[in-house]
């Protein structure tokens, strides 16, 4: 192990990178399956919230303001929050706060999206003989794909940041890498691999997502170019 | 619930709130370090956010920069810093925080100014308004309603990530959540729910007060309909 003040504590190095990659390797994985995890529980919470809010405009005040004030509470507090009472030695407790977070941007953004839709399709919708159900499988939902994919990159990016802190009860993912160089004498090469894989990582869903949403609209693709 | 008990317990104890390193310590601390990052991200964001604006160039730099911001992890930063030749202490943990407030504040200055609408824009180079007096008279205090939401969205954001500080022993309220932890879930349980909630009613607080002056400041004829406030423009 090298020390602070050898000279020999880059920033980079291959060496760690071959002496450790099974713990880097399970580290990716946890924050992997951390983050996937947490957007996959937070979209199915969400996207029926929201559609409940957007059915029942006397609910979309306080489903907002509810996710809105889960938003501003800290990260760390939310954590210490869920720590005691789910337990510490259960990854769920970091899920759980990741959710919490996730869910907001989610709501928010398909709430944004379904009240968008012009008036004119909707009404056409309604002419055509379309349910309630009908009309928001086959009409309003894909029409908010977009928008309901924006929140879905903005939790997941945000998400992928947020695991680290869950190192703080031992479980998070590549912030375990992080914050074990720190502990470790500061050893650089750790704490650059956690954080270079954390943003790619981020990068890397954001971009999957993205070519998903072209995917999924193809009537959206003339017209962007 | 045990826990709860115990955290109500450790609350009500002076000696917690007094001594060094106790609350209200740590409360001194995280109010200065989070003043102090806000303070610098709005000596960097807004002219910047206002000039890029103005001239209408530069939109997609302010996405890109909100964007990997965004997927910058908090601890990452908080952890390189120190190492860098800026030394441990306050310092590299004000800087951290002072990047995590640029995007909202720079997002809205540069909105801000961009919504101005093109008539008022025209009508006051028509009498003869220079670019710089444009700026300075008529789309800086046309902004200030998003500067004020801009302002608001980075304090809420930085007070509660300045929680985080104590990862790296920086000092705040997060440090008695780590202290807490530190101790282990038997004997520190109470002590981490008790700073759970100092740390999140500060952070509402915060939210809450900077409400209020948002909206006592901001001139009746610019306030927006209340559907809009709560909508920064970086998401």
């Known amino acids: 192990m090298q020390y602070a003040d050898a000279p020999g504590n880059p920033w980079f190095s291959w060496q760690y990178l071959r002496d450790n990659a099974d713990t880097v390797l399970s580290a990716l994985v946890e924050h992997v399956t951390l983050t996937t995890q947490a957007v996959a529980f937070a979209a199915v919470v969400g996207l029926p919230l929201a559609v409940l809010a957007y059915w029942f405009r006397p609910l979309t005040g306080p489903i907002l303001a509810l996710s809105g004030v889960l938003y501003t509470i800290p990260s760390l507090a939310l954590l210490a929050f869920v720590a005691p009472l789910v337990g510490t030695t259960r990854p769920a407790s970091v899920l759980i706060a990741l959710v919490l977070y996730a869910l907001l941007l989610i709501v928010r953004n398909t709430l944004a999206g379904l009240n968008q839709l012009p008036a004119e399709v909707l009404d056409a919708a309604q002419g055509m003989g379309y349910g309630r159900f009908a009309r928001l499988f086959r009409v309003d939902l894909p029409l908010a794909i977009p928008a309901i994919l924006t929140g879905l990159r903005l939790a997941t990016v945000s998400t992928v940041a947020l695991v680290t802190v869950g190192s703080l009860i031992g479980y998070g993912g590549l912030g375990d890498l992080i914050l074990g160089g720190f502990r470790n004498n500061f050893y650089k090469a750790e704490i650059l691999v956690g954080t270079v894989l954390c943003v790619a990582l981020g990068l890397l869903l954001d971009l999957l997502l993205a070519g998903a949403g072209r995917l999924l609209t193809p009537w959206t693709r003339g017209a962007r170019g | ?235």
């Open chain 2, 1 to 235: 619930m045990n826990a709860i008990n115990q955290a109500i317990l450790w609350l009500n104890d002076p000696l917690n709130w007094s001594n060094p390193g106790g609350i209200l310590d740590r409360l001194g601390e995280h109010l200065w370090i989070s003043f102090a990052a806000v303070l610098i991200g709005c000596l960097v964001a807004w002219p910047v956010g206002l000039w890029l604006g103005h001239t209408g160039r530069g939109g997609g730099v302010v996405v890109l920069i909100s964007n990997v911001t965004l997927a910058i992890p908090t601890v990452a930063l908080l952890t390189i810093l120190p190492l860098t030749p800026l030394g441990f202490g306050q310092r590299p943990v004000i800087l951290a925080l002072a990047v995590f407030a640029v995007p909202p504040l720079l997002a809205n200055a540069y909105t801000g100014v961009r919504q101005v609408d093109p008539e008022a824009r025209d009508a006051a180079r028509g009498m003869g308004l220079s670019g710089r007096q444009l700026l300075t008279r008529v789309e800086l205090p046309l902004a200030v309603p998003y500067l004020a939401t801009g302002f608001r969205t980075a304090s809420v954001q930085v007070v509660a990530t300045a929680a985080l500080a104590s990862f790296v022993n920086g000092g705040g309220l997060g440090q008695i959540i780590s202290a807490g932890f530190g101790l282990g879930m038997s004997v520190g349980g109470g002590q981490i729910l008790a700073g759970a909630l100092l740390v999140g009613l500060l952070a509402l607080g915060i939210e809450g007060l900077l409400a209020l002056v948002e909206r006592a400041l901001t001139p009746r004829p610019l306030r927006r309909p209340g559907r809009f406030r709560r909508r920064p423009a970086t998401a």
